[in-house]
């Protein structure tokens, strides 16, 4: 029988249900927070355990043991210590910017102190909790669901009235992802919310004036930079914060010297102030810092103050500049914008953080407005019938009196005065002082009340515009009471402290590229010739040369591959065989010109490098990635426009397969795949169909190659863009195509034709390269010859017919391949 009830079961099989169903219960259940209420399913739990407790503000402070035993008990199933974890930290002043939590008893310090046992400690729910929370719970505005065992219901969400989410931040780690919000001012947060509702269209631009970076509960500054701007616009990136720090003179007692010392009096966000003074201690015994005499901590009640003494010979202000570069003074807060909506992770941009919290709160009064209205429409016709009871009172009285029982009474007053049960149970019940003329009156008034009440609630639910002034009016009340001004300073200029900061880091790479950028004219161009020489010459000097005209004569002159203006220090982005790319280093080259590999950033050296591509100042556009097996991927030039001195990895390659071309590409342009048979696919990119990846993505297959078939070229036209596509052949022929006569394909399909082979068994009977025509072609061949091709001959050639170049070729002499000169698009 034992052996029957054994199932064999496949052993990757069961660890992989198994673990997906741990990571997604560690994902839900545990680490991220819910985009709502900002909470996560421990705090909330919390939250609602000391709601059902009592534990308002007007109400002692009970133990803290208590509150975690009723956590543990009734809803979250875990160890207990981390439920105090839990509820430490929202007591926690320097933790969170609006503590939820009202503690009595040692809950520690910013120098990471534990707290005391929760058997010594005391909380309570604190004004703002039990005002923008808790308030509505009752009010049937957010779902209930079972408990662990069944035995209780909780809340999937509360009530909140404010993002709680923006304005006390969030970390957790989960599996495979993490989350860390900063901090934020409840001023700003409302402006934004408010500036919303009433202008949906808001812009980007306005609504990061409104919420202008994190505030922290520690104080400090934040340097503005594109950190900023990137973690809301995509809801990851690095912000800069600093501690305050003066210079002031330290009088050290009578008949010794005056000294400089630096005053620290706030720290970033998260910074240990013990372990700060414990590591700087040790960079002043090793030696790496010299000019410090003492480092005291006189920090008390009344605020934080680290003392750092200066020696009387040493410069206080290069200290001060030594702290903020090389010690935690001057940090990044790694911020990622990953939430619960709707159950699933989503990294989210500021504007869909508060659009989704804003929709939520329009839910709650919705349903709170309907709760009110049921219990008014109740009482409205209990209030009814107890006045026409008195208006009928003689009438009523004998039906009672002859009624044998309280039921026969009900069913009396039923059907005589043609009122519902609700009603004659009202009655029944009423008090006999009800009679009195002044309570007559008082049901009169009530009854006016009522009404005006149920026509208030029956217009919110039936005119959003109306459900939206309640919403500013709400939101406005509690920005008076719960509001307060910005603790975290603001710093313009952040990106250029920063890349000062970068700079003092890596002075071999960073400032060094600084210093050779000052040093050359602004009126130069950067040439990249055909044997990959990179030199910047003065734009002059190119006129007189004549390397842009196209009836350049000069043999001794080797073609141009690219030439561009360092006019507006433009990024020029090299792109491996191996899927890497990373920024040329061009400025070097006005000292010393020399081979390309000399100015690829580290990483890209030793690879064979297949395009370069100036990055242009466009919105929408990304880099398109096709590789040898006929796959493809965009990714967004957002992805890679900050990468820095080394090079990354931004297409992820299968064994034997290679990067073949890399384009750029707008949105609805087309995209040309040419293989050496000649077949030609072209394909329109849309975000529907090539959506952006991550830089790890092998991306889709969008073309089907046969045997001995490959991609030779890709290249990219805007939408309304017509232009001549050239094939070339190692026979030394060529064929023209208009790109606009080539027929749209779909991912997979076979495409176009565009040459016809008399043998397609012969391998030397191929296309070896394309593009598209202009005046700068040049041809490359296997001796080392650059000849320029003469347009004319193409410009005068029929479509779709075969013609021989007029290129002379010697003996055992065949084209090798063929390149454009890469400028600046004309306006």
Not at 240 to 263: Q, V, W
Not at 299 to 312: A, N, Q, T, Y
Not at 444 to 457: F, T, Y
Request: hydrophobic share 35%.
């Amino acid at each position: 029988m034992a052996k029957e009830r054994l199932k064999p079961i496949s052993l990757h099989q069961e660890m992989q249900r198994s673990y997906l169903e741990y990571a997604m219960s560690v994902i839900v259940g545990r680490a991220l927070p819910d985009a709502r209420d900002g909470l996560k399913p421990v705090q909330r739990r919390i939250l609602f355990a000391m709601y059902e407790l009592g534990l308002t503000p007007d109400r002692p402070y009970r133990k803290c043991a208590r509150v975690v035993g009723d956590v543990l008990g009734k809803y979250h199933p875990h160890g207990d210590q981390a439920v105090y974890d839990a509820l430490v930290r929202q007591v926690q002043i320097f933790s969170s910017r609006y503590p939820i939590l009202d503690g009595h008893g040692n809950f520690g310090s910013i120098d990471d102190d534990p707290p005391a046992a929760m058997r010594y400690t005391e909380t309570r729910l604190s004004p703002i909790s039990n005002d923008a929370i808790l308030k509505e719970i009752d009010k049937e505005t957010v779902d209930f669901s079972s408990n662990f065992d069944g035995s209780q219901q909780e809340p999937d969400v509360l009530p909140a009235q404010l993002p709680f989410l923006l304005l006390n931040g969030s970390a957790g780690i989960a599996v495979g992802m993490a989350t860390s919000i900063p901090p934020h001012n409840l001023n700003e947060v409302v402006e934004a919310l408010i500036a919303i509702i009433k202008k949906p269209s808001l812009e980007e631009k306005k609504l990061l004036e409104l919420i202008p970076g994190p505030d922290f509960p520690t104080g400090g500054e934040i340097l503005i930079s594109n950190g900023i701007k990137d973690t809301y616009t995509k809801g990851r990136g690095s912000i800069t914060m600093r501690g305050i720090a003066h210079i002031e003179e330290i009088n050290p007692g009578k008949g010794k010297h005056k000294r400089s010392g630096i005053i620290i009096t706030e720290l970033p966000y998260q910074l240990n102030k013990a372990s700060w003074i414990e590591k700087l201690a040790e960079l002043v015994n090793n030696g790496k810092v010299s000019g410090i005499a003492d480092i005291r901590d006189e920090s008390d009640r009344d605020g934080m103050r680290i003392l750092v003494e200066i020696k009387r010979d040493s410069d206080p202000k290069k200290i001060l500049n030594f702290l903020y570069q090389k010690t935690s003074l001057q940090s990044n807060f790694g911020a990622i914008l990953l939430a619960l909506v709707d159950g699933q992770p989503v990294q989210l941009t500021l504007r869909k953080l508060l659009d989704n919290f804003l929709e939520f709160r329009e839910n709650t009064i919705l349903l709170r407005s309907n709760y009110l209205l049921k219990n008014i429409k109740k009482r409205q016709e209990i209030v009814e019938a107890l006045i026409q009871a008195i208006n009928n009172l003689r009438e009523i009285i004998n039906l009672i009196e002859k009624s044998k029982d309280t039921a026969e009474a009900k069913n009396s007053l039923i059907s005589n005065l043609k009122i519902n049960e609700r009603q004659a149970d009202g009655i029944l019940g009423m008090p006999l002082k009800k009679i009195t003329s002044l309570e007559k009156n008082s049901l009169k008034n009530e009854i006016e009340d009522l009404q005006g009440k149920r026509a208030e609630l029956e217009s919110i639910i039936n005119d959003k515009e109306k459900l939206m002034k309640v919403m500013i009016k709400e939101l406005k009340e509690l920005k008076k009471r719960f509001g307060s001004v910005r603790k975290t300073k603001l710093i313009e200029g952040g990106d250029a402290l920063i890349a000062e900061r970068m700079a003092n880091q890596r002075p071999n790479k960073e400032l060094q590229r600084i210093n050779a950028l000052k040093e050359l004219s602004k009126d130069s161009e950067i040439i990249i010739q055909a044997n990959n020489e990179v030199k910047i010459i003065p734009s002059i000097t190119i006129k007189k040369l004549k390397i842009k005209e196209s009836n350049q004569e000069r043999k001794n002159i080797l073609p141009t591959k690219l030439i561009w203006p360092i006019l507006n220090e433009p990024k020029i982005l090299a792109i491996s065989q191996l899927g890497k790319i990373g920024l040329l280093k061009w400025e070097f080259a006005g000292k010393k010109p020399g081979p390309l590999e000399n100015f690829l950033p580290a990483g890209l050296e030793n690879d064979e490098i297949i395009n370069l591509i100036p990055l242009q100042e466009k919105k929408d556009i990304s880099l398109g990635l096709i590789s040898s097996d006929g796959k493809f991927k965009r990714v967004s030039i957002n992805e890679i426009s900050d990468i820095s001195n080394r090079s990354t990895t931004i297409l992820k390659l299968k064994n034997n397969i290679t990067l073949q071309s890399c384009v750029l590409c707008e949105e609805n342009s087309y995209l040309f795949l040419i293989s050496n048979i000649g077949r030609i696919i072209k394909i329109k990119i849309t975000e529907n169909e090539f959506p952006c990846m991550g830089k790890l993505a092998q991306g889709t297959s969008i073309m089907k190659l046969f045997p001995s078939e490959n991609i030779i070229e890709a290249i990219n036209i805007r939408e309304k863009q017509i232009k001549d596509l050239i094939l070339i052949t190692s026979k030394g022929t060529f064929i023209k195509h208009n790109t606009k006569e080539i027929k749209i394909s779909k991912k997979g399909e076979l495409g176009t034709i565009g040459i016809n082979f008399k043998n397609n068994k012969e391998m030397k009977d191929r296309v070896i390269n394309c593009f598209l025509n202009n005046k700068y072609v040049f041809i490359k061949t296997n001796q080392e010859r650059y000849e320029k091709l003469e347009t004319e001959l193409i410009n005068n050639s029929l479509y779709k017919k075969e013609k021989k170049l007029n290129i002379k070729l010697n003996d055992n002499e065949f084209i090798q391949s063929i390149f454009s000169m890469i400028l600046p698009e004309e306006d």
